[in-house]
């Protein structure tokens, strides 16, 4: 499974499949009067715009990164092809530092580095900007897996409780009570790594929170008059829940999905740090972060790698985070 | 005077009192701040009034198996070898080559050949060797070793309950092993000891015994220096056994440890305290007779060190203390303080412990540190599966990919260079090692190139395919170190113009891999020799030895090799068993089953007050060679730890101007 995922052109048509469904999500929530309202709050919001266009260039960038073409024997991607002739050093070398990284024996450099390199000398900028990627396929397949499954849950599980509410709680009560960290190596180590095994594990553990949340709204809409006149009117089921119960939660899907994707950047540096994460030779904030382990405790300090993977991180997640608050108070009804 | 205090501090005002208690509470707290972190001394003088001296060392985890029989890995080990004497022990100082010494035994065994081809070798145990005074012996008093102690430890390698690693391996050798352990499979699994007796050990009296082996088998005597055959005392065995017994001051049941956490040997210092995941503290055994400090063997400029120590009674410090640290940064900082006596240079304190001259930097070689180089006997390569269809057939591949790989890179990112290039699977030291051999298939791009061409991939492309070949590098990748090499390794080989894919795998999915040959190259793979001994190494490569029950991983089988390995295997070392060694080095270089990579070595820093008494890495510690001045331990550390005393009135002087400025800021407020 692990390796049909980790196929180039299955990553691609993923890839458009997700921005296609965002662009989808956007545009049909566009005519619900609710989220225009909302849109019209965001605008004004400017710490909401700002962190929302950092994390737009972090998506085109990421995006940028997937795209492949052919190029000499090979395939490269747009960023790739920007970086094409920036070399490879022998080993580490320091910010724009003329020879690698070493007090027995320096190196003279084949170029120079803005951010330096790391232990292999590949360019730490560039692998920087690269791994942009790398936390837009892990957020955007995760995303894919475990939003539709929450919200489908959560809405079964709200809208004709009973037994089905039962059979629902008692699943997710069970997947919930298995400590994350563990059920995630499990997962990974009996599917192999990869990013997309990364995306299943956390796909198929992260679902319970926003199943909850929707099972919650849904119990509530289900008890306001519009669903009653919609019942009286003899729709069927199915009509009630896609066309009125779904687009009344879909603010708290948008709003979940915000908020998780950072979470899920975070996930993925976490579990690379324990080694269960990306696999070898993808540019990841995980394995720069990861790699900083024994860098920190060298003599002369490499600080470099360490620092650009953090501050690409945290400036991804911090706007994902204001972004999310900024829809929070965008959709929040009390706002009056 | 307690009195008087607590009289005047009830006189005292309101708000002087709660700072008197602070400064007091403060001043209880610090009396126990410093930095050292190793607990006090076992004792502080010697019975005979002289100073306790006392060795701080370290290892990386926890150990797994105290049990002479069963434990194999290095670790283990390290901490066994100062408690468990063995029949024979290497020279602390001859590496080159390796050489073997009595220890429990009063020589070296002298071998008879038999007329019907099997093998005696009379062993003699020094008389007066006492096991350590433990409470499973009466009163308390260990007893003298005895020849049925070491027939009692074959009898353990035979009972399948002990598990040993290594019982199928001599059960091939010495008579009567393989009847004892049938028949306590016979019985149940149940293995006794008055009953199944290993006639391949036969006591002559108390203290001599002859070992019988089915054939000829010179390297018998490396396994004698190995605590598999170390003689264990039965009491020791039976008595800690994990189960609760009426042991209490008052008969009150309390559990006793398994045997395999509470060895009781002979060796030169007793476990006196293990604190689980933080340290061993060992002290010297007042009995120990057993070894002296050698008399030669080491070169001159180590005599102003060795030279006063010849002919001195073991161990040479009155404690050992053990710690164990899973990460490596302590262990450098310690040992930068002075409270770590010797420090194993890895990558990340390389830089600023040595120069561009491969020596000491200047600020730790004013501090008067020492700088040794230590190679393991050991050989690191990426194996190719000769049993796959692409790699496994095509020689030509195999040399060119060894000629696209240069290891001199991954020997500076993970060795800081000190690692020497493998130009044979033999590593230094070993008997049959060639100092001037060169691999012609050694790193050499032009070559490699070439090769790929002849081998019928020109420039890398598949012509089935058109596409680049694309080739599987199986590898464990459990740390960033780890994945960093198999990175390096993959795009080594894509010099080529070929593709590597790396796949990861835990530890236990490589090992079931290698096991079904389920992989095109494996990297990561080598050998760290149990024994420094050609047979040793090249067993690897024998076709009897498949796995799963062997170790030739690359599957890889030659009849020419095989024959002349059956023949080496059993020679005792002459000028004819060389020339078979060099022949298989040479079939194995041409046939290029695995691409070298290097001999494990590494720079090892010894502090001023602790220089290097024993060179030999074959050896898991060498604690009791091992030798301490105290005096000016304490005096560097002194020096080096020397307290700064300015932040403190910095510290308070800021801490006071915040509260004024707080307290400007109130007032202002409320005016």
């Avoid at chain 1, 003279?108 to 900007?129: N, V």
């Avoid at chain 1, 790699?291 to 991180?313: D, K």
């Avoid at chain 2, 170390?230 to 008969?251: C, F, I, K, M, T």
Wanted: one cysteine or more; aromatic letters at 10%.
């Amino acid at each position: 499974m692990s390796g049909f995922f980790d196929q180039l052109w299955v990553q691609n048509a993923l890839l458009f499949l997700g921005f296609g469904l965002f662009a989808a999500l956007i545009v049909s929530g566009s005519r619900n009067e609710r989220w225009q309202r909302a849109g019209r709050y965001l605008r004004g919001d400017r710490t909401g715009m700002v962190s929302g266009a950092i994390i737009a260039i972090y998506l085109l960038v990421g995006a940028l990164e997937t795209l492949q073409f052919p190029y000499q024997n090979g395939t490269v991607s747009v960023i790739g092809w920007f970086f094409r002739n920036v070399p490879i050093e022998s080993t580490y070398s320091a910010p724009l530092a003329a020879t690698t990284l070493s007090t027995s024996d320096p190196q003279p450099l084949k170029g120079r580095h803005l951010l330096g390199t790391d232990a292999l000398g590949k360019d730490t900028f560039a692998q920087t900007i690269r791994a942009c990627r790398t936390a837009l396929i892990l957020g955007g397949f995760t995303s894919a897996i475990y939003i539709p499954l929450g919200t489908l849950l959560g809405i079964l599980a709200g809208y004709y409780r009973r037994w089905v509410d039962d059979i629902i709680q008692y699943v997710y009560s069970v997947v919930a009570s298995v400590p994350e960290i563990l059920l995630l190596v499990a997962i990974i180590i009996v599917l192999e790594k990869g990013l997309g095994t990364m995306s299943i594990a956390l796909g198929t553990t992260g679902w319970v929170g926003l199943c909850r949340l929707i099972r919650g709204e849904t119990m509530r809409q289900s008890e306001r008059p519009y669903v009653a006149a919609a019942r009286a009117l003899g729709q069927s089921h199915w009509r009630i829940i896609t066309r009125h119960l779904l687009p009344n939660v879909m603010h708290l899907v948008l709003i979940n999905f915000v908020l998780g994707f950072s979470g899920l950047v975070l996930a993925e540096a976490t579990l690379t740090y324990l080694g269960v994460g990306s696999p070898i030779g993808t540019a990841s904030w995980g394995i720069m972060i990861d790699g900083a382990r024994s860098e920190l405790s060298r003599e002369p300090v490499v600080w470099w790698n360490l620092t650009a993977a953090t501050f690409a991180l945290f400036g991804l997640v911090l706007s994902l985070n204001l972004f999310g608050d900024a829809l929070r108070r965008a959709f929040d009804p009390k706002r009056g | 005077m307690k009195k008087v205090c607590l009289l005047r501090l009830a006189e005292l005002s309101g708000v002087a009192r709660p700072c008197l208690a602070a400064i007091w509470l403060l001043a209880f707290l610090l009396t126990g701040c410093h930095n050292d972190p190793n607990p006090k001394p076992w004792r502080e003088k010697r019975a005979d009034g002289k100073p306790w001296v006392v060795r701080y060392a370290s290892m990386p985890e926890e150990v797994r198996s105290l049990d002479p029989q069963v434990s194999y890995d290095s670790i283990s080990r390290m901490v066994l070898e100062p408690v468990q004497d063995c029949l024979l022990e290497y020279a602390p100082m001859k590496i080159d080559p390796y050489e073997l010494q009595p220890c429990l035994l009063e020589s070296i065994p002298s071998r008879t050949m038999n007329a019907d081809g099997t093998v005696d070798y009379l062993c003699k145990l020094k008389r007066g060797i006492f096991f350590h005074d433990d409470p499973c012996f009466p009163r308390g008093k260990g007893r003298e070793l005895v020849a049925a102690d070491v027939h009692f430890s074959i009898q353990r390698l035979c009972d399948p309950k002990v598990e040993s690693p290594i019982s199928a391996n001599l059960a091939e050798y010495i008579a009567g092993m393989t009847e004892a352990t049938d028949a306590a499979k016979r019985n149940g699994e149940r293995f006794d000891y008055a009953t199944m007796k290993v006639s391949g050990v036969e006591a002559l009296d108390s203290h001599t015994f002859k070992l019988h082996l089915l054939k000829p088998y010179p390297q018998i005597l490396y396994w004698m220096a190995m605590h598999f055959m170390a003689p264990v005392a039965q009491e020791a065995v039976n008595y800690y056994d994990g189960l609760p017994h009426a042991d209490g001051s008052r008969g009150e049941m309390i559990s006793r440890p398994l045997f395999r956490f509470h060895p009781v040997g002979t060796g030169p210092f007793k476990i006196v305290e293990w604190v689980r995941g933080q340290r061993f503290r060992f002290v010297r055994n007042e009995n120990y007779r057993t070894t002296v400090f050698p008399s030669e063997g080491w070169p001159k400029e180590r005599d102003a060190v060795n030279g006063p120590l010849a002919g001195h009674a073991l161990p040479l410090v009155d404690e050992v203390q053990l710690g164990i640290f899973r990460e490596l940064l302590p262990m450098w900082l310690l040992t930068r303080q002075g409270y770590l006596d010797r420090f194993a240079v890895q990558k990340d304190a390389f830089n600023s412990l040595i120069s561009a001259t491969k020596g000491l930097t200047p600020k730790y070689a004013d501090r008067g540190l020492k700088l040794e180089k230590a190679v393991e006997v050991s050989t690191f390569y990426i194996s190719f599966n000769q049993q796959d269809p692409v790699i496994g057939t095509n020689k030509k591949l195999r040399q060119a990919l060894s000629c696209a790989y240069n290891p001199q890179g991954f020997i500076d990112i993970l060795y800081g260079g000190v690692a020497p290039i493998a130009q044979q699977l033999l590593s230094p030291g070993v008997f049959g090692y060639q100092k001037d051999f060169r691999n012609p298939y050694a790193f050499n791009l032009e070559k490699g190139r070439r090769l790929i061409a002849e081998a019928g991939y020109p420039n890398g492309i598949d012509p089935a395919t058109g596409q680049p070949l694309k080739i599987t590098m199986d590898t464990t990748a459990n740390s960033s170190a780890e994945r960093q090499l198999a990175e390096y390794e993959q795009r080594q080989l894509e010099q080529l113009g070929i593709h590597v894919e790396v796949v990861e795998n835990t530890f236990a999915r490589m090992l079931e891999k290698e096991d079904q040959g389920n992989f095109q190259i494996a990297a990561g793979t080598g050998w760290g020799a149990d024994y420094p001994d050609p047979e040793n190494y090249f067993f690897l490569f024998a076709s009897s030895n498949f796995p799963p029950t062997g170790k030739n991983i690359n599957r890889y089988k030659n009849p020419e090799f095989d024959q002349l390995f059956e023949k080496m295997a059993s020679m005792e070392n002459s000028p004819e068993r060389l020339e078979i060694a060099r022949k298989l080095n040479e079939i194995l270089i041409e046939d290029c089953p695995m691409v070298l990579n290097f001999h494990k070595a590494y720079f090892v820093v010894t502090q001023p007050w602790s220089p290097e008494t024993q060179v030999n890495m074959m050896l898991e510690g060498g604690f009791k060679y091992m030798t301490v001045d105290p005096a000016l331990r304490e005096q560097k550390r002194r020096e080096w730890n020397a307290v700064a005393l300015w932040p403190i009135p910095v510290a308070i002087a800021l801490v006071i101007a915040g509260l004024g400025y707080a307290v400007y800021i109130n007032r202002r407020r409320n005016v």
